[in-house]
């Protein structure tokens, strides 16, 4: 992987130039001490830019790489004058804090979470499904996640809805696969 992304910079001069600054501003000798950081000692995640996502892409990087694998889709549009506009969805965009009723904060500005902190995912659960899947079978169907986040949950809680509303249950995950064709895991 390493050789891999130092071929990938080597072949652009702007962007290994941009690196190897990068690199020492940031406190690392030269641009292999960072890659070797990168690929061998820190958190290893990737990003896959697309402009059309094929329907099981998700699910196949989930499938494919131990690592997280966070997938944007970038959307173009023009305009008659050669405007373009880009549309995507930002990186873990609803991983917001409510922050209700601290002083001078309105209710629907949140601050944003660090997401190297968050460990556990929560689950709606109805009594039945609860009951059958979360307890008996000791695990839960599709979620929702980011890929970048998959190697860091821990815990799953269980979120019971009405009449209970309340998180009643909390247990360790074992894994995290994809689910079905969706893209999504278990």
Not at 47 to 54: A, F, G
Not at 64 to 81: A, Y
Not at 87 to 116: I, Q
Not at 159 to 172: D, E, K, M, N
Request: proline share 5%.
């Amino acid at each position: 992987m390493k050789q891999v992304l130092y071929e990938a910079l080597r072949s652009h001069a702007t962007g290994m130039s941009f690196s190897e600054t990068y690199a020492i501003t940031h406190g690392f000798r030269n641009l292999d001490v960072m890659l070797e950081y990168l690929v061998f000692e820190s958190p290893f995640a990737a990003l896959v830019i697309m402009d059309e996502l094929p329907a099981n892409l998700e699910t196949v990087l989930a499938a494919t790489f131990r690592f997280g694998v966070e997938v944007l889709e970038i959307r173009t549009f023009g305009s008659e004058t050669s405007e373009q506009m880009y549309v995507f969805e930002p990186f873990l965009a609803e991983l917001r804090r409510d922050v209700s009723g601290v002083p001078d904060r309105e209710p629907e500005h949140g601050v944003t979470l660090d997401a190297a902190e968050v460990d556990t995912v929560v689950v709606p659960a109805r009594d039945e499904g609860f009951n059958e899947v979360f307890v008996k079978e000791n695990r839960w169907h599709e979620v929702r996640l980011h890929g970048t986040m998959r190697p860091q949950i821990k815990y799953a809680a269980a979120y019971r809805l009405a009449p209970t509303s309340a998180i009643t249950h909390v247990a360790p995950v074992r894994s995290i696969e994809p689910w079905k064709d969706s893209g999504n895991s278990c």
